[in-house]
Protein backbone atom coordinates (compact mmCIF):
# COMPACT_ATOMS: atom_id res chain seq x y z
CA UNK A 1 0.00 0.00 0.00
CA UNK A 2 1.60 3.22 -1.21
CA UNK A 3 1.26 5.81 1.62
CA UNK A 4 2.84 9.54 1.44
CA UNK A 5 2.95 11.97 4.34
CA UNK A 6 4.53 15.58 3.86
CA UNK A 7 5.19 17.83 6.37
CA UNK A 8 7.43 20.82 6.64
CA UNK A 9 5.02 23.47 5.85
CA UNK A 10 4.51 27.12 8.03
CA UNK A 11 4.33 30.22 8.43
CA UNK A 12 7.30 32.46 6.64
CA UNK A 13 8.07 36.20 5.44
CA UNK A 14 8.57 36.85 1.53
CA UNK A 15 11.85 36.05 0.64
CA UNK A 16 12.68 33.43 3.71
CA UNK A 17 12.72 29.84 3.20
CA UNK A 18 10.93 26.77 3.91
CA UNK A 19 11.90 23.08 2.61
CA UNK A 20 9.02 20.51 2.54
CA UNK A 21 9.26 16.57 2.55
CA UNK A 22 7.35 13.52 1.51
CA UNK A 23 7.95 10.25 3.34
CA UNK A 24 6.82 7.57 1.16
CA UNK A 25 6.51 3.82 1.81
CA UNK A 26 4.96 1.05 -0.28
CA UNK A 27 6.92 1.49 -3.50
CA UNK A 28 10.68 2.93 -3.89
CA UNK A 29 11.32 6.35 -4.95
CA UNK A 30 13.90 5.17 -7.22
CA UNK A 31 11.23 3.66 -10.08
CA UNK A 32 8.18 6.45 -8.94
CA UNK A 33 8.25 10.07 -10.70
CA UNK A 34 7.11 12.09 -7.74
CA UNK A 35 5.63 15.65 -7.99
CA UNK A 36 4.90 18.72 -5.64
CA UNK A 37 1.47 20.26 -6.51
CA UNK A 38 -0.04 23.33 -4.75
CA UNK A 39 -3.55 24.70 -4.37
CA UNK A 40 -4.32 27.72 -3.08
CA UNK A 41 -8.06 28.78 -2.00
CA UNK A 42 -10.22 29.27 -5.23
CA UNK A 43 -8.04 28.22 -7.83
CA UNK A 44 -7.19 25.13 -9.66
CA UNK A 45 -4.41 22.19 -8.14
CA UNK A 46 -1.21 23.27 -10.15
CA UNK A 47 1.85 21.32 -10.38
CA UNK A 48 5.43 22.71 -8.77
CA UNK A 49 7.82 20.38 -9.70
CA UNK A 50 8.54 16.99 -10.68
CA UNK A 51 11.45 14.42 -10.98
CA UNK A 52 11.61 11.43 -12.87
CA UNK A 53 13.10 7.73 -11.58
CA UNK A 54 16.51 8.99 -13.31
CA UNK A 55 16.19 12.24 -11.25
CA UNK A 56 15.28 14.82 -14.39
CA UNK A 57 13.58 17.05 -12.75
CA UNK A 58 10.60 19.40 -14.36
CA UNK A 59 9.71 22.83 -12.84
CA UNK A 60 6.83 25.48 -13.09
CA UNK A 61 8.01 28.65 -14.61
CA UNK A 62 6.33 30.60 -11.13
CA UNK A 63 9.00 28.63 -9.23
CA UNK A 64 11.64 28.43 -11.54
CA UNK A 65 15.48 29.59 -9.78
CA UNK A 66 13.26 29.73 -6.66
CA UNK A 67 12.20 25.89 -6.28
CA UNK A 68 14.86 22.90 -5.83
CA UNK A 69 13.11 19.16 -6.29
CA UNK A 70 15.19 16.28 -4.74
CA UNK A 71 14.70 12.97 -3.54
CA UNK A 72 17.10 10.30 -1.25
CA UNK A 73 16.25 7.32 -2.59
CA UNK A 74 17.46 5.03 0.84
CA UNK A 75 15.31 7.55 2.93
CA UNK A 76 12.83 7.12 0.48
CA UNK A 77 11.44 10.42 0.67
CA UNK A 78 11.02 13.46 -1.51
CA UNK A 79 11.79 17.18 -0.53
CA UNK A 80 11.10 20.67 -2.01
CA UNK A 81 13.60 23.70 -0.98
CA UNK A 82 12.00 26.91 -1.33
CA UNK A 83 13.86 30.15 -1.30
CA UNK A 84 13.08 33.94 -2.27
CA UNK A 85 9.44 32.90 -0.99
CA UNK A 86 6.32 35.49 -2.33
CA UNK A 87 3.00 35.81 -1.28
CA UNK A 88 1.52 34.10 -4.09
CA UNK A 89 3.47 31.07 -3.31
CA UNK A 90 0.70 30.90 -0.10
CA UNK A 91 -0.99 27.55 -0.64
CA UNK A 92 -1.45 23.59 0.67
CA UNK A 93 1.29 21.71 -1.07
CA UNK A 94 0.99 18.22 -2.19
CA UNK A 95 3.15 15.55 -2.80
CA UNK A 96 2.29 12.78 -5.25
CA UNK A 97 3.67 9.71 -7.23
CA UNK A 98 2.89 7.15 -10.11
CA UNK A 99 5.09 4.76 -12.19
CA UNK A 100 5.12 7.78 -14.26
CA UNK A 101 3.57 11.59 -14.51
CA UNK A 102 4.94 15.17 -14.98
CA UNK A 103 3.31 18.54 -13.68
CA UNK A 104 -0.43 17.70 -14.36
CA UNK A 105 -2.26 16.28 -11.00
CA UNK A 106 -3.91 13.52 -13.68
CA UNK A 107 -1.30 11.86 -14.20
CA UNK A 108 -1.12 10.47 -10.46
CA UNK A 109 -2.96 8.21 -8.34
CA UNK A 110 -1.09 8.31 -5.25
CA UNK A 111 -1.30 11.55 -2.74
CA UNK A 112 -0.06 12.64 0.44
CA UNK A 113 -2.18 14.43 3.07
CA UNK A 114 -1.04 18.17 2.32
CA UNK A 115 0.89 20.63 4.23
CA UNK A 116 0.38 24.29 4.66
CA UNK A 117 2.67 27.02 3.29
CA UNK A 118 1.56 30.66 4.11
CA UNK A 119 4.40 33.45 3.14
CA UNK A 120 3.01 36.84 4.21
CA UNK A 121 4.42 40.69 2.97
Known amino acids: QVQLVASGGGSVQAVGSLRLSCAAS????????MCWFRQAPGKEREGVAAIDSDGITEYADSVKGRFTISKDNAKNTLYLQMNSLKPEDTAMYYCAADEWGALAPDEYNYWGQGTQVTVSS
Open 26 to 33: GYKNSTFC
